[in-house]
């Protein structure tokens, strides 16, 4: 069993940036890929970035998110990250950290079906 408690969000103003942490239970922390999920009110929860575990390493991100926020693990910290710069307001949603026990790199690990531990979220709300 894997539990994973999600830190750093909160308000910033548009252009700003904020750094999200996912502190992560279990001994194989580096064997899981880990994702970043977002749920706005009235919409469908939505990928946004993942690292593939293990030396593998790979990443993808949602095309709405590319070139503006990265994805990170410190897996000696079993944490994982995601560094948000360049907000907009269509930014703002609850963020979720998903992870699954897996260390080859897919991009079937976009879909949020795919994992099976889920933190509680993390409000962030851009404001114009």
């Known amino acids: 069993q894997v539990q994973l408690v999600e830190s750093g969000g909160g308000l910033v103003q548009a252009g700003g940036s904020l750094r999200l942490s996912c502190a992560a239970s279990?001994?194989?922390?580096?064997?899981?890929?880990m994702g970043w999920f977002r749920q706005a009110p009235g919409k469908e929860r939505e990928f946004v970035a993942t690292i593939i575990g293990w030396s593998d390493g790979s990443t993808y991100y949602a095309d709405s998110v590319k070139g503006r926020f990265t994805i990170s693990r410190d897996n000696a910290k079993n944490t994982v990250y995601l560094q948000m710069n360049s907000l907009k307001t269509e930014d703002t949603a609850v963020y979720y950290c998903?992870?699954?026990?897996?260390?080859?790199?897919?991009?079937?690990?976009?879909?949020?079906?795919?994992?099976?531990?889920w933190g509680r979220g993390t409000q962030v709300t851009v404001t114009s």
């Open positions: 279990g001994r194989t922390f580096s064997g899981y890929t």
């Open positions: 998903a992870a699954v026990f897996a260390y080859s790199a897919s991009w079937s690990y976009t879909s949020k079906d795919r994992y099976d531990y």
